[in-house]
């Protein structure tokens, strides 16, 4: 059976990203096989979980290793999705779905986290987080 890291490896290569370079791997959990991995594409870090059988996607910049971003607030912050949508998702995004949307929207990620635009664009992706937030509690809420 192949590892974690050599299945991301596959999906990373299959999706266009044949030079991602592996940064970090490590188990969380051996009891659910938990684990994660982290690849670096140009001055993107991608973070690869799997936690509880659900495999994960979360981006940052390389300039700023420690701060993570689900990539389903980088979606509503870029446009490519509403916090409606991300809402209605019962299940994570694949990861391949989520890889193809990255390659066929790298340039402009590239763009956006690099230089000056790093700033604006992580401040971005933290209110689009803030509005996805506030939208579940308000749905959950309207649900009582």
Same mark, same amino acid.
Do not use: K, T
């Given at each position: 059976m192949p590892s974690f890291v050599d299945v991301i490896r596959t999906k990373l290569s299959e999706a266009?990203?044949?030079?991602?370079? *592996?940064? #970090?791997?490590a188990p969380l959990s051996k009891a659910f096989e938990d684990t994660a991995a982290i690849f670096r594409i140009g001055p993107l870090l991608l973070r690869f979980t799997r936690d509880r059988g659900q495999e994960f996607v979360d981006l940052a910049a390389q300039s700023a290793p420690e701060r993570f971003y689900q990539f389903n607030d980088v979606d509503i912050a870029m446009g490519w999705r509403s916090v409606d949508?991300? *809402?209605? #998702?019962?299940?994570?995004?694949?990861?391949?779905?989520?890889?193809?949307?990255?390659?066929?929207n790298f340039a402009l990620l590239r763009e956006a986290f690099s230089g000056d635009r790093e700033q604006l664009t992580t401040a971005r992706v933290e209110r689009a987080a803030r509005e996805r937030g506030k939208a579940f509690v308000a749905r959950l809420q309207r649900k009582r």
């Open positions: 266009g990203f044949e030079d991602a370079e *592996l940064v #970090m791997a949508e991300v *809402l209605a #998702m019962r299940e994570p995004e694949s990861v391949s779905a989520v890889l193809q949307r990255l390659n066929a």
